[in-house]
């Protein structure tokens, strides 16, 4: 047998051996059910409707700090201005507080965006703000 007739046969081999291991992984019975499960559920008349959670209570500042930020405005690292020291904040604060706000909120330079607390709201990201300009 020759060489490229060998190649064709091992090719055709193994795309055969591959798809149909890729076939039957698709077909397991979790994987069916998960395709063909409802998207959404229904009101019916007279019943009572599903109420959402209710929010939990916003962190405090200095516990938003203390989670997320501590690491980076404890030491200054890149950049950042260190909680309660009123020369690294004059610049940022001379800002104004939207400003500053919206730095934290959406990321500026090195800072990310909510300082990687994604669950945070805006609310708490302000009051960590605050925190840090007047930690007393």
């Known amino acids: 047998m020759d060489l490229s007739l060998r190649s064709w046969l091992i090719t ?15 077909m397991s019975s979790s994987a069916i059910s998960e395709r063909i499960k409802p998207s ?5 008349e007279g019943a009572e409707p599903v109420v959402a959670a209710t929010t939990t209570p916003s962190r405090t500042g200095q516990a938003i ?4 930020c501590a690491s980076c405005h404890n030491s200054g690292l890149m950049a950042a201005p260190k909680k309660g020291d009123a020369d690294d904040w004059a610049t940022r ?3 104004g507080d939207a400003v500053l706000a919206e730095h934290a909120i959406k990321g500026f330079n090195a800072m990310p965006a909510k300082g990687t607390c994604m669950d945070c709201s805006d609310a708490e990201i302000v009051a960590a703000i605050n925190y840090m300009i007047h930690p007393n």
């Open 12 to 26: 055709i081999s193994t795309l055969a051996c591959f798809s149909t291991m890729a076939i039957a992984a698709d």
């Open 40 to 44: 959404g559920n229904i009101h019916l």
């Open 65 to 68: 700090y203390d989670q997320y």
């Open 93 to 95: 604060v001379s800002q």
